[in-house]
Nanobody, 125 residues
Framework: QVQPVESGGGSVQAGGSLRLSCVLS????????LHWLRQAPGKEREGVAA???????SYTDSVKGRFTISKDNAKNTLYLQMNSLRPEDTAMYYC???????????????????WGQGTQVTVFS
């Protein structure tokens, strides 16, 4: 049985929290930047958060102060802790690599590559 890449999504009330996980291959885990992105129905993909190999993080403005991206190098796992969730956070969430490879800021990434099915996050008011 193939293990899902992304996990941890669910349905929560506004103000609640979820922690997303993404299992990475060893090669992917060593990429310069790793990203979480989301896509809501009828909307374009949106970069949410990124973490550089050295640990520097960056976030899109709408999630700053609420979401935290982190990585466990020993487990080759990427995380996204989401607090104070809002209905507008409802989307399918994916982990990804991005191009240009050296860009970690979500606003500077031109294309993303995902490899999983994503995990659905639904926030109801």
């Amino acid at each position: 049985q193939v293990q899902p890449v992304e996990s941890g999504g669910g349905s929560v009330q506004a103000g609640g929290s979820l922690r997303l996980s993404c299992v990475l291959s060893r090669d992917t885990a060593n990429k310069h930047c790793l990203h979480w992105l989301r896509q809501a129905p009828g909307k374009e993909r949106e970069g949410v958060a990124a973490i550089a190999r050295g640990g520097t993080t960056s976030y899109t403005d709408s999630v700053k102060g609420r979401f935290t991206i982190s990585k466990d190098n020993a487990k080759n796992t990427l995380y996204l802790q989401m607090n104070s969730l809002r209905p507008e956070d409802t989307a399918m969430y994916y982990c990804a690599t991005g191009e240009p490879w050296y860009q970690c800021a979500p606003a500077s990434v031109s294309t993303y590559t995902t490899w999983g099915q994503g995990t659905q996050v639904t926030v109801f008011s």
